[in-house]
């Protein structure tokens, strides 16, 4: 029986993997269905956003017809290693093609510069040059390729389905690569009809995480509304405890100040009386003498 096989994350499944599975049964609809599953880590080496059982359940719901997982030796590694382990458990189980999703939609392009990488002496070396150069890997890779090929391909699907075709190619293997067009960017983070996963998953942050933090928010603005109440009112009485103690306190200042200076005018009378008794006391004690226009005063003690 002929069979067609994929190979995915379902990190997580989205209308983009049914357009791929129905594109699928379009163009063969009497193959069998396989589909080597990505476990519970991505190749990013992140947890999967759902189990790998409920995956199953879904590629079950959708009709797929064995699922097989993908080690997690290869799930969590590069293009070229993940390629090799989906590829190399398709092949041992006899299925005759592989239909993977592609930006470029050009099987030619793909192949062509696959064979470059696989085959032409020249592209090992040119890599080296570039590198010595001071250009990361990968841009020293696509001036390579495009050197030697014309062609400079550098979108995420394209470069797993050179990977793909690489490991075909290399091991001699019968499996047939096909592509078929993807209807939307990778890293598109916009909802819309068929959404990427990775708007999928900012929706999920946004509709479940940040609700959750902005509840948190909401309580903490609470408590800091209810504290910041409290806080007022102790002010408030606080303000109302002092103002009524100063007009007690002015008023009783008042009432004091008023006996001071009464008392002080007292006592001023009491010593003006005083110095008044004192000067003719002295007045009647004093002597004259003197010669000329002098004076002089003696006081008797």
Not at 137 to 146: H, Q, R
Request: contains cysteine; neutral net charge; aromatic residues 8%.
């Amino acid at each position: 029986m002929a069979s067609v096989g994929i190979v995915c994350e379902y990190n997580p499944f989205h209308n983009g993997h049914l357009y791929h599975l129905n594109s699928i049964r379009k163009l063969y609809p009497n193959d069998t269905i396989v589909l080597v599953l990505s476990g519970n880590f991505t190749q990013r080496g992140d947890f999967s956003i759902i189990d790998k059982w409920t995956k199953v359940k879904i590629a079950k719901e959708m009709g797929i017809d064995l699922i097989v997982e993908l080690p997690f030796v290869f799930a969590t590694q590069s293009a070229d290693f993940f390629a090799y382990g989906a590829i190399s458990l398709l092949e041992a189980l006899k299925v005759s093609k592989i239909v993977f999703g592609s930006e470029n939609d050009n099987l030619a392009d793909l192949e062509a510069i696959a064979k470059c990488q696989v085959q032409n002496e020249d592209y090992d070396k040119l890599v080296k040059i570039y590198s010595k150069f001071g250009l990361n890997y990968p841009t020293a890779v696509s001036n390579a390729l495009y050197d030697l090929t014309g062609k400079r391909i550098d979108t995420p699907n394209d470069l797993l389905g050179i990977s793909y075709i690489k490991t075909i190619l290399k091991n001699n293997y019968k499996i047939k690569p096909i592509c078929i067009k993807r209807t939307t960017d990778y890293h598109d983070d916009v909802l819309n009809n068929i959404s990427s996963a990775t708007a999928i998953r900012k929706a999920l942050e946004n509709s479940i995480i940040s609700p959750l933090a902005s509840r948190n928010m909401l309580r903490s603005s609470s408590a800091t509304n209810l504290y910041s109440d409290l806080s007022k009112n102790i002010t408030d009485n606080i303000s109302n405890y002092t103002a009524e103690l100063l007009a007690n306190s002015q008023k009783n200042t008042g009432d004091m100040i008023a006996l001071l200076t009464n008392a002080y005018l007292q006592g001023q009378n009491a010593v003006n009386g005083n110095q008044a008794l004192s000067l003719t006391t002295s007045s009647g004690n004093a002597t004259t003498t003197g010669t000329g226009s002098t004076k002089s005063y003696s006081y008797g003690m």
